[in-house]
C-alpha cells in the first residue's frame, strides 16, 4: 500500500528556534494535510493543502504542497513550549473509489524553554 | 455541539473477550472511520463508513467489525481480543470524505490493552 516518509523522526529545540519536518511519497497525493497531537488526545489539524504548489500559512506555521505532489514540508518559526507534541502528515488520494487518508510515522517535537 | 466522542476512555481486556468501542458525532457527517495508532506506526485505518449502512475495510481490517445503522454512530467490535490489538483507537468524521475541501476531526481516544 501507500507509504509516507515523515522526518525527521524526533526533534528537541530550544525555545525560540524555528523547526522544519517533511513528508515524501512513493506515490501521488490530492490532498496533503498537517495535524498536531498533544499527549492524551486524538490529532487536531492544522492545515490543509489541495494544490500543487501551495504555500499556506496558520499562525508561526507554514506548509507547502510539493510542485510533484509527491511530498510536503512543514515549518514551525519562533517555537514556543506550547508546540510540543506529534506532528502527523497526511495525504489523500482520490483515485478509485476511495479517499481515505494516509498518515505519516510522526515527528515528535521537545521545546526546551 | 460534542464533536466527536468516544467510550470508554480506557479499557483493559483479557484475550478472547469481546467488546465495543463506541464512537458518535453530532456534526451530521456522512463520513466516519476508525484508525488505530501504535508507537512509531502513525495512525492506520481499520474500518470507514460514507454513510449509514455503507462500511468498507482499511489497512488492517482483521480481527474487527463494524456497523453503521445510524448517521451519528460507529461502533467499532473486537470479537475476540488479542493482545496484538493492545492500541489506542481514534474514531475520526467528515463532512463527506470525497470533498476536495474536507476536514477530519477526531475523538479523544480509546486506550486498550490486551492481556
Known amino acids: 500500500g501507500q507509504q509516507l516518509n515523515q522526518s525527521p523522526q524526533s526533534m528537541f529545540i530550544q525555545e525560540g528556534e524555528d523547526v522544519s519536518m517533511n513528508c515524501t511519497s512513493s506515490s501521488i497525493f490530492n490532498t496533503w494535510l498537517w495535524y498536531k497531537q498533544d499527549p492524551g488526545e486524538g490529532p487536531v489539524l492544522l492545515i490543509a493543502?489541495?494544490?500543487?504548489?501551495e504555500l499556506t500559512s496558520n499562525g508561526r506555521l507554514t506548509a507547502q504542497f510539493g510542485i510533484t505532489r509527491k511530498d510536503s514540508f512543514l515549518n514551525i518559526s519562533a517555537s514556543i513550549p506550547s508546540d510540543v507534541g506529534i506532528y502527523f502528515c497526511a495525504g489523500r488520494n482520490y483515485g478509485g473509489s476511495q479517499g481515505n487518508l494516509i498518515f505519516g510515522k510522526g515527528t515528535k517535537l521537545s521545546v526546551k524553554p | 455541539n460534542a464533536g466527536v466522542t468516544q467510550t470508554p476512555k480506557f479499557q483493559v481486556l483479557k484475550t478472547g473477550q469481546s467488546m465495543t468501542l463506541q464512537c458518535a458525532q453530532d456534526?451530521?457527517?456522512?463520513?466516519m472511520s476508525w484508525y488505530r495508532q501504535d508507537p512509531g506506526m502513525g495512525l492506520r485505518l481499520i474500518h470507514y463508513?460514507?454513510?449509514?449502512?455503507?462500511?468498507d475495510q482499511g489497512e488492517v481490517p482483521n480481527g474487527y467489525n463494524v456497523s453503521r445503522s445510524t448517521t451519528e454512530d460507529f461502533p467499532l467490535r473486537l470479537l475476540s481480543a488479542a493482545p496484538s490489538q493492545t492500541s489506542v483507537y481514534f474514531c475520526?468524521?467528515?463532512?463527506?470524505?470525497?470533498?476536495?475541501?474536507?476536514?477530519?476531526?477526531f475523538g479523544p481516544g480509546t486506550r486498550l490493552t490486551v492481556l
Open positions: 463508513s460514507v454513510g449509514a449502512g455503507i462500511t
Open positions: 475520526a468524521s467528515s463532512y463527506s470524505g470525497r470533498a476536495v475541501i474536507d476536514t477530519q476531526y
Open positions: 456534526m451530521n457527517h456522512e463520513y
Open positions: 493543502l489541495y494544490k500543487a504548489g
